[in-house]
């Protein structure tokens, strides 16, 4: 018993995420493939004890194949996720390709596991923003109780959120500015990373935001609800993992501070760490290879009727990426294909 998975950019900071998260999670497995590029065919990567030597996606044939866990961007995806789909394997992506198509559910385990029964459409589950999957996991048990009008949020999002070249580009940056002689100019990011912050993630669009602010208003409604009206600023940071946000929200009903720290401290995947003294809360380092998203200065907006501030941090190689994918991953299992 068990299932036949395929890692899809196994050499990537996703998908080595992914092995070792279905490794530490003794998801069931009866065989795993990792690929990558024809260029990393031959790589080993960690699964768990195990050693997997990378293949080509290339040539892969994914018939047979119970499961793929999709880590490549946007292009190889449009190119192989059909594919696999069509040999009856079940995509789940964490590219933006899919997330806004009407027939690929978007799954936040947390907060919408049932619209994952929409995946038959095209055999494609979507995996949102890194963004947006710790927020709506925040947003959703105080949605509930309160119903949510409006979220203003700023980011504060690592350099891992950009793939292996992001975390280079800093690492080396930081570096030759000690030693200007080495000089790193910018060529992942926009300008200067390495002690700065840049307010500019993914493209602009025609009203001014980028792709990133767009995405998280867009997929905060197609997992919470298209009612929530939600106003986003993306900014990068010089953090290697572990994506923050400020998270101003505006209710209908009256919520206590009290009682919507009492309301995240039962709330799945959520760890509230709420001292308000020296340190007690929580910053990016902390939350890295961790699996919660963790929330910290809940506080009464005293400027709106209904208002609440809260900081919201999570590892956004796991819970905004390869955790939620292990987690639809397991949701698919328990519910449908039935193999564990
Ligand atoms: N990082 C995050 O926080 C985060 C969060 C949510 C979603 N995502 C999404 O997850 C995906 C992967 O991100 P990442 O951060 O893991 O990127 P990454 O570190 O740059 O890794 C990319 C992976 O994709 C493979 N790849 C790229 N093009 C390929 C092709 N044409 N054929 C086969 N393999 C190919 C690479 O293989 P080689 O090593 O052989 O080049 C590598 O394994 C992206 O769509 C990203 O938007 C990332």
Known sequence: MGYRIVVVGATGNVGREMLNILAERQFPVAEIAALA?????????????????????????????????FAVGSEATKVYAPKAAAA?????????????????????????????MGYSKKNIIANPNCSTAQMVVALKPL?????????????????????????????DQTKSIYNPVDDKPAKKFTKQIAFNVIPHIDVFMEDGSTKEEWKMVAETKKIVDPAIKVTATCVR????????????????????????????????GIMVID?????????????????????????QDSTIDNGLNLWCVSDNLRKGAALNAVQIAETLGTRVLKKG
């Open 275 to 299: 001292k308000r003294e020296d340190g007690g809360y929580v910053s990016p380092v902390e939350c890295v290879g961790d699996y919660a998203t963790f929330i910290s200065r809940i506080r």
């Open 237 to 268: 940071v010089p953090v290697f993992v572990g994506h923050s946000e400020a998270v101003n929200i505006e209710f209908e009903d009256h919520l206590d501070e009290d009682e919507a720290r009492e309301i995240l401290r039962e709330a799945p």
């Open 88 to 116: 009856g394997c079940v995509v789940i992506d964490n590219s933006s390709l899919y997330r806004y198509d009407p027939d690929v559910p978007l799954i936040v385990p947390e907060v919408n596991p049932d619209a994952i």
């Open 37 to 69: 590029s024809r260029k990393s065919m031959g790589t080993e990567v960690s699964f768990g004890d195990k050693t997997l030597t990378t293949k080509d996606l290339d040539t892969f044939d994914f018939t047979g194949w119970d499961m793929a866990l």
């Open 143 to 171: 949605h509930d109780r309160a119903r949510i009008k409006r979220v203003v949020v700023s980011t504060y999002q690592s350099v891992s959120g950009a793939g292996k070249e992001g975390i280079d580009e800093l690492w």
